[in-house]
């Protein structure tokens, strides 16, 4: 039986299949991109919910795999030379389980590396200006009377929007006719745009041809449906 008594997460969360890939995490956004991707590549995995509200991340166990303290983050105990691997960043973990596998991510070069750019697309730009525009929407920002800041990032996430919507014209996916980590990167995101934050008004996402056509066949997968549940909650 593999041990992961080095990690000393596995003694906050103790591993019930230590031989199977251990995700910590939440269904977030950035959460699901992780369990979406394993339940796609069919990839034996145990869940472990991690409670952001209850400060769970911030604890010295959690702490010992991720020092900045985010979800998800993984054990893989069949890592790098056999050997147990922790890895954190969702874009970090979507290559790494793309290359482990050989799928989800194309073997040419070229295309790799371009797959790449749009996985990075959703790191450096979406992720961070659609979370802000939540924050400023539905969460403590909706109070500030300035509403300033709240349309900087409407506009950003619109703009956005829009390089997603000219890049998925004639295409099923990303990629074209492959789905890849680059979908899996920004679906959680979009749909939590204008589903769980409530901002396709302002984003004028009713606009959009291209974009929900896309999120609708992500959704559609059964893959998807599943990560989208994992961990699931209390």
Not at 6 to 30: C, E, G, M, V
Not at 40 to 54: A, C, M, N, T, V
Not at 130 to 158: I, M, T, V, W
């Amino acid at each position: 039986m593999t041990d992961l008594s080095a990690f000393p997460i596995s003694k906050r969360w103790p591993a019930q299949h230590p031989d199977r890939i251990q995700l910590y995490s939440l269904p977030t956004p950035n959460g699901v991109k992780v369990s979406i991707a394993l339940e796609e590549l069919e990839l034996p995995y145990e869940p472990h919910l991690i409670d952001i509200g209850k400060n769970e991340t911030w604890g010295p166990e959690f702490l010992s795999l991720n020092p900045n303290g985010k979800i998800p983050a993984i054990i893989d105990p069949n890592g790098p030379g056999g050997k147990p691997f922790g890895l954190w960043e969702s874009g970090a973990i979507l290559v790494y389980l793309a290359e482990k596998t050989g799928k989800l991510i194309p073997s040419d070069a070229g295309l790799r590396y371009e797959t790449l750019q749009w996985v990075f697309f959703q790191m450096a730009g979406v992720g961070p200006m659609f979370g802000q525009l939540g924050f400023f929407h539905k969460f403590a920002g909706k109070e500030y009377e300035d509403k300033r800041p709240r349309d900087r990032y409407a506009n950003e996430s619109k703009r956005l929007l829009g390089v997603l919507e000219t890049r998925l014209t004639g295409r099923d996916w990303i990629m074209g006719s492959e789905y890849s980590i680059a979908d899996i990167a920004l679906l959680g995101w979009v749909r939590n745009l204008v589903g769980f934050y409530g901002a396709g008004e302002l984003v004028d996402y009713a606009s959009l041809k291209q974009v929900p056509l896309w999120l609708e066949r992500g959704l559609a997968r059964p893959a998807v449906q599943r990560g989208l549940d994992s961990p699931k909650r209390g």
